[in-house]
């Protein structure tokens, strides 16, 4: 009986151990690539770091910006690190996929490479929609903002609009903005705590049905949103359209400092924006590296 029971603990054991191992397995499923090159000959060499998963083989297939589908296929064995590529010209950009096939998964690591490639300086127009309350108090800071954009290649569009202003009166000016120029306008910014948008009633993520958060509304523009029962949330749970733009933002609302019973002492919601200004600015200038690297936390396994 003993035995029988002994035996029992050293199966759950092994089962606890193995679910958890399952759950913190989720880098597995990318294959964490870096790149070198040399100009003469012509060569980029793609490395990349063994999985402890266990793997059968390797694939690269490769691509030019913009290509809808893969070519130049190679495959590789189980221990293969590295893949050199000699078939590529100076000035041209390639973009690479790694397929790792793992027992019962598939990995995918994707690189852009290029050798003396010509400088992007012209990357379309990037409408900057700044919450009015902060359009003063950092206006040193957005003029920086602004002036880094171009730097990077952007003609920026700017709106200053209310935090309590209507979305569809916002998405409305992000439209005129882009219906001037559709060729280039490729992006909205949203800076500060602008109108959030809610649509839908989707369990997306195992828990409820329920109206999610939706700033792809000011990045979709032709597209018909509707809200028939006017509570202020669009009916939508699919995106009505193909998505025109990019939509980033950026906003430190509400943040109250207070978790798990606990209270911090959190900087006032300005000084967040403005420190975020300054660090961007510091990121683009590249005043400071950032360290590559990535946290994952999957504590529901692969499967959540």
Known sequence: MSQTFRAMV????????????????????????????N??????????????????????????????????SA????????????NVELGHVYEYQVTRLGVG????????????APLVDSRGQVILVVEQAFADPL??????????????????????????GNPADLRAAIKADYDA???????????????????????????????????????EMDGRWTDENGDGIYDQSAVPSEVELQVGRVDFADFTGKFGGAEYAFPSEIELLARYLDKDHAFRQVAVRATPRALIGNLVGDGG
Not at 14 to 36: N, P
Not at 139 to 158: F, I, N
């Open 181 to 219: 120029d559709r060729e280039h306008v490729k992006a909205v910014f949203l800076f500060g705590h602008l109108p959030i948008v809610c649509s839908g009633n989707a369990n997306v993520d195992g828990h409820e049905a329920r109206a999610m958060p939706a700033d792809v509304f000011y990045g």
């Open 10 to 37: 050293g199966a759950s054991a092994l089962v606890w151990i193995a679910h958890a191992w399952a759950a913190d397995s989720t880098a597995s499923y990318a294959v964490l690539l870096s790149a070198g090159v």
């Open 105 to 116: 998964a598939l990995a995918y690591g994707y690189i852009a490479v290029g050798i003396n």
């Open 39 to 72: 100009a003469d000959p012509a060569r980029v060499e793609l490395t990349w770091i063994p999985d402890p998963q266990p793997t059968l083989s390797y694939s690269v297939q490769r691509k030019n910006p913009g290509e809808a589908t893969w070519s130049n």
């Open 75 to 86: 495959v590789l064995g189980a221990d293969a690190t590295s893949f050199s590529d000699e």
């Open 139 to 164: 206006a040193a800071k957005l003029q920086r903002l602004q002036e880094d954009l171009a730097g990077d290649g952007w003609t920026v569009a700017r709106i200053d609009f209310p935090r309590d």
